[in-house]
């Protein structure tokens, strides 16, 4: 039994990259995870932050990947933070890592003002009171943002960062438009993007975002990344993501011009 509730046993993730205990009700590693872990990017003796971290997957395989940096995840469900804690400890990432349970919406509290480095986020894909409601309390907290909107995050975000501090974010298409709004609305210019298509048949589904606060009004557009390829199995540029090493690609350079 997990805390709060039953949970799986260990799982590998990531080809074995990570061993990870999962809610049975609740968020659990899918490909939102792989694609915000990969596109994310952290220096040695930078401090991330991870915002919803649920049971720490991104925060871990962050921290794992770019040892030389110190991951802290907050989520506002208790019983998911303990899973992050033990998580960790089984990954043998505890002196890179940390998790709290607290709000988002808190973080003036919680953290001291400009206090990290890069902060890493896949925000619920609706506000409340849009779509069809879930059955299950936790993914409503974790989907359907019953808690925050994306206006929360963006605030939450702003307050976080230090000043010409990254943003890196996994969002729903279809909300490009209002993603791009609040950032703005609070000093956080989109500089690199990358839409995410199932196949290079289909509309992009989400979309892969970098931010500075404070940066400047420049942004550079990537090819797009397709997950799977016309034979129905996943590209190389996807595989990329599930390596144990930093994928690369040509986001880095540009994002640091």
């Given amino acids: 039994m997990g805390v709060n509730g039953p949970s799986v046993k260990g799982e590998a993730i990531l080809y074995g990259f990570l061993d990870m205990i999962q809610p049975e009700d609740g968020p659990r590693v899918n490909m939102d995870t792989v694609l915000l872990a990969g596109f994310a990017a952290l220096k040695s003796g930078e401090r991330a932050i991870e915002l919803g971290c649920a049971h720490g997957a991104v925060s871990l395989i962050l921290a794992k990947r770019f040892g030389g940096a110190f991951v802290e995840g907050l989520d506002v469900q208790p019983h998911l933070v303990e899973l992050a804690r ?116 289909k509309d992009a589904s989400v979309f892969l975002l970098e931010a500075r606060r404070n940066g400047g009004p420049a942004m550079t557009v990537l090819p797009p990344l397709y997950i799977y390829d016309g034979s129905g199995e996943y590209t190389e540029e996807l595989m990329r993501f599930y390596r144990s090493e930093p994928p690369r690609c040509d986001r880095e350079e540009k994002s640091s011009t």
Avoid: W
């Avoid at 002196?95 to 902060?119: K, M, P, W």
């Avoid at 974010?169 to 609040?182: F, N, P, Q, S």
């Fill in 86 to 201: 033990e998580n960790a400890g089984r990954n043998g990432l505890t002196e890179n890592t940390a998790f709290r349970a607290g709000d988002l919406r808190d973080v003036r509290r919680l953290y001291r003002h400009q206090s990290f480095d890069a902060v890493v986020v896949n925000p619920p894909y609706e506000d409340p009171g849009f779509g069809r409601r879930s059955e299950s309390e936790v993914n409503r907290v974790a989907r359907q943002g019953e808690l925050c909107t994306l206006d929360d995050v963006c605030a939450a975000v702003a307050f976080l960062l230090k000043n010409k501090g990254r943003l890196f974010m996994v969002m729903r298409a279809l909300r490009l438009a209002d993603t791009l709004a609040a950032l703005r609305a609070y000093k956080i210019e989109p500089r690199l993007l990358r839409m995410v298509h199932p196949t290079p048949a």
